[in-house]
């Protein structure tokens, strides 16, 4: 069977990537992620104002770990030891080293300055390639939806414009034209786009009048807004597709395939199950492949999309019509 896939450019042996995580920030992991079968690594975020720490914190001060691998605990960063600039630079250096598939940095920046400087800084420390998490709060009402895509879709453009490497672009589904918004990027000259960025969850503490945060692993519940994502756009980009978040099966591997995506990243079920888990989800679309006569992924990819729909718009409508009805 064959699994190889060509993601942005890069030519995999597989779409199963391990995403941006902890599980990138440790050099012996790297080493055993790539042994079980990984076919790219994307490090953990740099973020501009250097929040990487304080949100690292949230998240392993919230989740528990009983019923993971034993070695989970042992690669959790301290909020005070989160990387800065010249760390994460390092560290990629040294990943590179250790590897030999790519190696794919993450970079969300605050300023058009500091998007440009930073990537720069990737490519030369020997990046294959880098993915920008964009994000915008859009929490202020002074600010339209029209500036909020026009500042994002510029920095796709300058930060396109310096680099030589491959750029990716991960994006949220909160926009009033998810699938408009993607063809910009699209022709703004990424070579990927990543659906979708997973957000924190928002709490109070009443009594201690605080604002709690958490990040919760995903599940295959997860993977649905994904699917219908990409089934929206795949025929219709040049970019390569790729999604994160909710691929924790072979099922889910054959289903992101069909929607139409090239790259499938992973963290929670690798957080649950460890590097191991990679080898076994491989065995496994292998034998799906071979019990349902597919040859290859590439003949599948994208056989679910909105692009082998005749009329997508009317399909999506009596689906939801036939939701309400009993």
Not at 120 to 149: K, Q
Not at 285 to 293: G, S
Not at 302 to 315: C, H, K
Request: overall charge negative.
């Amino acid at each position: 069977m064959n699994l190889a896939t060509t993601y942005m450019g890069l030519s995999l042996k597989s779409p199963l990537i391990v995403g941006s995580s902890p599980l990138t920030e440790d050099l012996d992991m790297v080493k055993q992620l790539e042994d079980a079968g990984a076919a790219a690594l994307i490090l953990p975020s740099l973020y501009e104002e250097q929040i990487t720490g304080e949100q690292m914190s949230d998240f392993f001060s919230t989740e528990s770990y009983e019923d993971s691998f034993p070695e989970a605990s042992s690669y959790f960063p301290e909020a005070e030891t989160a990387p800065g600039p010249d760390e994460y630079l390092e560290h990629l250096r040294r990943v590179k080293q250790a590897v030999s598939v790519p190696v794919i940095a993450s970079l969300n920046g605050s300023t058009p300055g500091g998007w440009l400087t930073y990537a720069r800084l990737m490519e030369e420390a020997g990046a294959d390639a880098i993915e920008l998490h964009l994000y915008h709060a859009a929490s202020d009402p002074d600010t339209n939806s029209a500036e909020v895509e026009r500042q994002l879709l510029q920095i796709v453009w300058e930060v396109k414009g310096e680099l030589r490497i491959p750029v990716a672009v991960k994006i949220s589904p909160l926009f009033t034209a998810f699938a408009n918004f993607a063809l910009q990027i699209d022709k703004a000259g990424a070579d990927a786009i990543v659906l979708f960025t997973r957000f924190h969850k928002v709490d109070f503490d009443v009594l201690e009048l605080e604002v709690l945060r958490r990040v919760e692993l995903s599940s295959s519940a997860d993977l649905d807004l994904r699917l219908r994502g990409t089934a929206v756009l795949a025929g219709r980009v040049k970019a390569s597709l790729g999604i994160t978040g909710g691929v924790h099966t072979a099922l889910d591997v054959i289903k992101g395939t069909m929607a139409g995506a090239h790259g499938l990243q992973m963290v929670s079920a690798l957080m649950r199950n460890g590097p191991g888990h990679l080898k076994s989800l491989q065995t496994e679309v292998e034998a799906w492949m071979l019990a349902t006569e597919w040859g290859s992924l590439d003949e599948m990819r994208g056989n679910m999309s909105f692009a082998r729909i005749p009329n997508p718009a009317v399909y999506e409508r009596e689906t939801f019509r036939r939701m309400f009805q009993v």
